[in-house]
C-alpha cells in the first residue's frame, strides 16, 4: 500500500483564487510528522510547512495552511490567493515514529503540478 | 549561512563509467540522507547516514551503489558502472544531531545524472 497518495497529477488554477492540494497517507504509527515541499522547475525543494500527528491546530505559514483531518488520515495543502510563483511541482511527505531511531527518512507522494494562470 | 552544497548539479556519464555525487551538509549538521527522484515521480530514500556511520540503507540498491560520510569532507554517493536507469536527480538532505519528528530536512539542489 502507497504511505502517501497524491491523487491529482496536475492542477491549473486562476490567479489569485486558492487551491487545495490533496494528500493522504497510511501509518498504524501513532507519532508522525507530515511535510510539504515545492518543487520549482529550477529542481530545488523547497521546506513550506509542516503538521505533526499531535498537534492540536491545523499548521499556517503565511499564504500556506494545512487542512489535517486525522480520522481520515488526510493532510490537504491550500494556498491562499494564488500567484504565478507558485506554479511548481508539490510534494507531501512523511517521517514516521522517530522513537524508533533511524527512521527519520521521508517517505514522499508522487506529486501534484500546480500551473496557476493569469 | 551556506545551505546544504551538492556537486556537481549536472553529470553525464557514459554507461559503465563511474559516478560521483559529493554533498557537504549545513554547518552542524551531522545527518545526512540521499533520495532519488526519477523523471515525474517522487523522492525515494536510499540511504541514511551519521558521520562514519551508516544507519539505514534500505532504499540503496543491493549492487553498484554506495555511500559513505567520512569523519572530514563532504557525504559521497558512489554509482559503479552506471547504466541508463540510473540517469535521475538525486538530492541529499541534512537535519541536526538528534532530529526529532518536526526536524525540517533541508535540502540541496539536486545533481541531475545523466548516463549516455
Known amino acids: 500500500a502507497q504511505k502517501i497518495t497524491q491523487t491529482q497529477p496536475g492542477m491549473f488554477v486562476q490567479e489569485k483564487e486558492a487551491v487545495t492540494l490533496d494528500c493522504t497517507y497510511d501509518?498504524?504509527?501513532?507519532?508522525?510528522?507530515l511535510f510539504w515541499y515545492k518543487q520549482p522547475s529550477s529542481g530545488e525543494m523547497i521546506f513550506l510547512i509542516y503538521?505533526?500527528?499531535?498537534?492540536?491546530q491545523n499548521a499556517t505559514e503565511g499564504r500556506y495552511s494545512l487542512n489535517f483531518q486525522k480520522a481520515r488520515k488526510s493532510a490537504n495543502l491550500v494556498i491562499s490567493a494564488s500567484q504565478l510563483g507558485d506554479s511548481a511541482m508539490y510534494f507531501c511527505?512523511?517521517?514516521?515514529?522517530?522513537?524508533?531511531?533511524?527512521?527519520?527518512?521521508?517517505?514522499f507522494g508522487t506529486g501534484t503540478r500546480l500551473t496557476i494562470i493569469p | 549561512n551556506a545551505g546544504v552544497m551538492q556537486n556537481p548539479r549536472h553529470l553525464v556519464r557514459r554507461r559503465g563509467q563511474e559516478a560521483r555525487l559529493r554533498c557537504s551538509p549545513m554547518?552542524?549538521?551531522?545527518?545526512v540522507y540521499w533520495y532519488r527522484q526519477l523523471p515525474e515521480e517522487g523522492l525515494k530514500f536510499m540511504v541514511y547516514?551519521?558521520?562514519?556511520?551508516?544507519?539505514?540503507e534500505s532504499g540503496m540498491p543491493k549492487e553498484r551503489f554506495s555511500a559513505e560520510f567520512p569523519k572530514e569532507g563532504p557525504s559521497i554517493l558512489r554509482i559503479q558502472q552506471v547504466v541508463r536507469g540510473d540517469s535521475a536527480a538525486y538530492f541529499c538532505?541534512?537535519?541536526?544531531?538528534?532530529?526529532?519528528?518536526?526536524?525540517?530536512?533541508?535540502f540541496g539542489q539536486g545533481t541531475r545524472l545523466t548516463v549516455v
Open positions: 547516514l551519521q558521520k562514519e556511520n551508516i544507519i539505514d
Open positions: 501509518t498504524s504509527d501513532p507519532s508522525y510528522g
Open positions: 538532505a541534512s537535519s541536526p544531531t538528534s532530529p526529532t519528528m518536526n526536524t525540517e530536512a533541508f
Open positions: 503538521q505533526g500527528s499531535y498537534d492540536q
Open positions: 554547518k552542524g549538521h551531522s545527518h
Open positions: 511527505a512523511m517521517r514516521e515514529g522517530v522513537a524508533n531511531f533511524g527512521n527519520e527518512k521521508l517517505t
